[in-house]
Structures are given as structure tokens and as C-alpha cells.
């Protein structure tokens, strides 16, 4: 097994910047994101839980601590959009908060008290000595707002011993009227049921798939989809097969309060391709029939090396709905960006019938910033059999010092990519450096690539949703140039649209 996460991402982006001179981090920095979540006062880590009461979003997250042997804070940040978030506020679950390795946060079944609207489930190390884990879960209460918080007292019955390890994910399943929680032991999802979040039953669990075996579970997240007729398993992990780094897999099937199970699939799901999605969480308060809402950390746990990067302070991916979609037969999840993104919507350009031979550089006809935006392109594909088709075609950005992010389709080996490799800030980092691909699922005469572009990530979406990749990315200044290729052949675009987008830092309340 690789090293332990926490050492493998205090070496990632998230390192400690000084606070003063010319390392102050802002909301304005280069390389600092402009439209998803992050904070200049501290490492933003894992998110631990999502929910919706009277309109506010309220979203509970780790502090990302480079030490081990330090346990992370926690904090939380509130929203009524999804898109704007104010301040986080340190969050103290009882007063010996320093020994929390992990928590969820549900909203309470238990209404008749206002102030247990919201109850935290804590994985407890009373001494921290890894060789002799004394671990165990401790319950606290708070009222609506989530900040100030009372410890209970009772005890805790699990029916395991409770390890170190332990990423709990808890629902209140209403049909079934219990509390369900999935983790993973032992490399296996196991999952168990509580009627009021004290004593709790183990109901069942779920092996790896033969084929991933050598991959490191790490977390497991159980939630409905439409109504209840289907049910989502998420699975974080750390690859090994297919690919090296970190990705989340999902599985589709049914649940009967007790077990999930899910058809035998012909090819392995993931949530997102790329690189730098990891730890989603479903929000919780949504009305039944609303589709699933989730927001993921915007990192990778294999980077092993960080070169000469500049400070990066993390941050989470645009929040995203899933839906039941079909690709071959079978049944996948579709992911798309929350409506609420229009909000911070300002000038578009949009250029039609566009023939590419080579590089065409259309930097010239875009009058407008070119991140953070959303950027959609239709290329024409019906003739893809012809001799002249290009082998690769896509988008490039590049900036003052010949720094490129290339983001196109292999037609030969049918996949998606996105190029990292020419940027200068990770000549010396093997594991960032690189390009990561995604497999095709277009069998339309028109390939639709849409990306949201800000300063030091793309997050792209592809078939209407049904692959997605996250990766970051770090600059030495701003792109400014923006051209179309394609490589031994032409190709027309149908359409290219740059919608740019406005800071969320911008925003006065």
C-alpha cells in the first residue's frame, strides 16, 4: 500500500504559504480560483457533509493539515445559491475537538428539539497512538445554524471495533425509517443501520470487483436516486488499475434497507476521469424527487512531489446534479453543472462554421477574458470516416511565457484528453505532469465538448454529461491566446461559444 494520504497530499498543492511580503495569497492572486470555493485564511480540505434547510446551503469541510499526526478542523461555510459562499466559521463539536479523525453531519430525524436540527457522528481518538487505536463514536448536537455545539453523552454501540480509518457516510432513509451508514473495513463496504444514531446493526457488505482488487478503497457513500427505484454507490479511491492517482466509481442498483446490490456491469463507471475529484458528498434536505446534488474536493492524493509549484490553498469542484442516463445498454450517471451558474454569467462570444486545418488561432475575435468562463464547442463529426478526418483535434490556451493547456480528442484511439505537460511550475513533478485521458462514449454526428475554465482548473463535460474530467493546473501568468487544431486533417466547427463568468469574490452581500 502506497504511504498514507494525509502525507501524500500535504505533498500535492496545498502547501503552507507564508503570510506575509510576497507570498500573501488573495482572492485576486494568479493561480487562486475565481468561481469555485476556497479560503486565503487556511488549507481547504475534504468536504465532510452538504445540506439544504430554509434555503441556505450549509457545507461542512476538513482544514488540510501537511501533518499527520495533527488532526484536521473542521469549518463551514454557508451558501444560498451554490455558488457564492461566505466566510467559513471554525466549527468546535465538543471540547477535546483535537482528537476528531473523522466526522458526518446530518441533518436530525429527531425534530422535536430545535437544538438537535443537526447532529455530528465523530470518529474519536482519545490518545492518537496509531499501535493501540482506542477509537471510537461520539455523538454532539447543534441547532439550525451549525456552530455552536453540545456533546452528548451517550454511548455509542457499534457492533466492530471502530478503527482510526473509518470515513462514516450516514442518510436517514425515510421509507425505511432508519439511519443507514456505509464505510469501509477492512478493503470491503460495509454497511449498517440505527433507528436513532446510538446503537447500531451491521446489515451488510459489498467486496471489490476482481479486477480492482489492487485499488485502495477509502470512503463509501450510499444515497437514492429517483425516488428510491435506484440507488448510487460512490467509492473513493486510490487507483492502481486502470491508472495510477484517485478517482471515485460508482455502481447502480437497488437497496432494501438492509443491502445494495448492483448488476454485474460490463465496464467500470467513474464519476469524474480526471485527476482532481475526490471525496464528494451528497447533499442532504433536498426534496425527494430533486435530483442529487454533489460537491467534490478538487485534488488528487498521488502527486508525490510538488516542484517548484506555487502556494495553492485547494478548493472544491462546481457543484453538479446527477441523473439516470443510459450509454450501451446499461444504466450510467449523467453530471451536470447546477443551473445557478448563470448567476455569475457577463459577456458571451459565439463564432460558427469554423474549418479547421492545422491551428487556427482565434485570439484576435475573442474580446473578452478567456478565464474563468464556460466554454462550449460543436464539432461537426458525421464524416469521421473520411481520409481527411484529423487524427486529434480540440483547444489550446497558452499565455505569455508558451505555457499550453491542450484539451482535444484522439479519433484513432477514442479518447478524450487534456495536456498538462507544458506548463513550467511542474517540470520536476512526474505525477502532475502528464495527460490524462478518458474513453469515448459519442456516437453523435456532433461531438459537444463543454469546459468551465478558471484560473488553475478545467472541469470538462462531455455526451451530455455522462464523462467528466476535473484536473488542475498552475500558471506563471494568465492565458491569453486561444486556438482551435487539428492534426493531419480538417474538421468544422459547428459552433464555439465563450460565456465568461464573473468572481465569486466580487460579490457583495
Request: proline share 4%.
Amino acid at each position: 500500500m502506497k504511504q498514507s494520504i494525509y502525507i501524500l497530499f500535504a505533498l500535492v498543492f496545498f502547501v503552507s504559504c507564508k503570510k506575509n511580503g510576497n507570498d500573501a495569497v488573495s482572492e485576486s492572486s494568479l493561480n487562486y480560483p475565481k468561481i469555485h470555493y476556497s479560503s486565503t485564511n487556511h488549507n481547504v480540505g475534504a468536504p465532510v457533509s452538504l445540506l439544504f434547510q430554509n434555503g441556505i446551503y450549509s457545507l461542512f469541510y476538513k482544514e488540510f493539515k501537511s501533518d499527520k499526526k495533527v488532526v484536521c478542523p473542521t469549518y463551514l461555510t454557508t451558501s444560498k445559491d451554490l455558488i457564492h459562499w461566505q466566510t467559513a466559521q471554525p466549527v468546535a463539536f465538543f471540547k477535546n475537538d483535537l482528537n476528531i479523525l473523522n466526522r458526518t453531519v446530518v441533518l436530525n430525524s429527531q425534530k422535536s428539539d430545535p437544538q438537535k436540527t443537526l447532529a455530528a457522528l465523530l470518529v474519536v481518538d482519545p490518545d492518537k497512538n496509531e499501535e493501540n487505536s482506542n477509537c471510537y463514536f461520539k455523538l454532539s448536537y447543534s441547532d439550525i445554524q451549525g456552530i455552536i455545539w453540545t456533546e452528548s453523552e451517550d454511548k455509542i454501540e457499534f457492533p466492530l471495533k471502530v478503527k482510526n480509518d473509518f470515513n462514516p457516510s450516514v442518510i436517514w432513509v425515510e421509507n425505511h425509517k432508519k439511519w443507514i451508514m456505509s464505510i469501509v473495513d477492512d478493503q470491503v463496504v460495509k454497511i449498517f443501520s440505527s433507528l436513532d444514531l446510538k446503537k447500531w446493526k451491521f446489515e451488510s457488505s459489498i467486496d471489490k470487483e476482481l479486477q480492482y482488487t489492487a485499488n485502495i478503497w477509502l470512503k463509501a457513500t450510499l444515497f437514492p436516486l429517483n425516488n428510491g427505484d435506484n440507488w448510487v454507490m460512490l467509492v473513493d479511491q486510490e487507483f492502481v488499475n486502470p491508472r495510477d492517482g484517485s478517482s471515485i466509481q460508482y455502481f447502480i442498483g437497488t437497496f432494501d434497507g438492509k443491502s445494495f446490490s448492483a448488476p454485474v456491469s460490463s465496464k467500470s463507471h467513474w464519476l469524474d476521469y480526471g485527476k482532481d475529484n475526490i471525496y464528494n458528498v451528497v447533499c442532504a434536505g433536498l426534496p425527494a424527487n430533486a435530483n442529487p446534488t454533489v460537491i467534490g474536493w478538487k485534488n488528487n492524493i498521488d502527486y508525490t512531489m510538488i516542484g517548484s509549484m506555487k502556494p495553492f490553498w485547494g478548493s472544491f469542484t462546481i457543484p453538479r446534479t446527477l441523473m439516470l442516463d443510459e450509454y450501451s445498454g446499461e444504466k450510467v450517471l449523467a453530471s451536470q453543472l447546477v443551473k445557478s451558474l448563470s448567476i455569475i454569467e457577463s459577456k458571451s462570444i459565439s463564432l460558427q462554421d469554423l474549418d479547421v486545418t492545422e491551428n487556427l488561432d482565434i485570439s484576435k475575435r475573442i474580446t473578452i477574458p478567456l478565464t474563468p468562463s464556460v466554454i462550449t464547442i460543436k464539432f461537426k463529426t458525421s464524416e469521421k470516416t473520411r481520409l481527411t478526418f484529423p487524427a486529434r483535434y480540440g483547444i489550446q490556451f497558452e499565455n505569455d511565457k508558451f505555457e499550453k493547456l491542450i484539451v482535444g480528442y484522439d479519433a484513432f484511439k477514442e479518447w478524450y484528453f487534456v495536456d498538462r505537460m507544458n506548463f513550467v511550475n511542474v517540470n520536476e513533478n512526474s505525477q502532475f505532469k502528464g495527460m490524462d485521458v478518458m474513453p469515448s462514449y459519442n456516437s453523435y454526428s456532433v461531438m459537444t465538448i463543454k469546459m468551465i475554465v478558471d484560473d488553475s482548473s478545467i472541469e470538462l463535460f462531455t455526451t451530455n454529461g455522462k464523462q467528466v474530467m476535473s484536473e488542475n493546473f498552475t500558471t506563471g501568468s494568465k492565458f491569453n491566446k486561444i486556438s482551435l487544431f487539428a492534426e493531419n486533417g480538417i474538421i468544422k466547427v459547428n459552433e464555439l461559444t465563450i460565456q465568461s463568468l464573473k468572481s465569486i469574490w466580487n460579490k457583495k452581500e
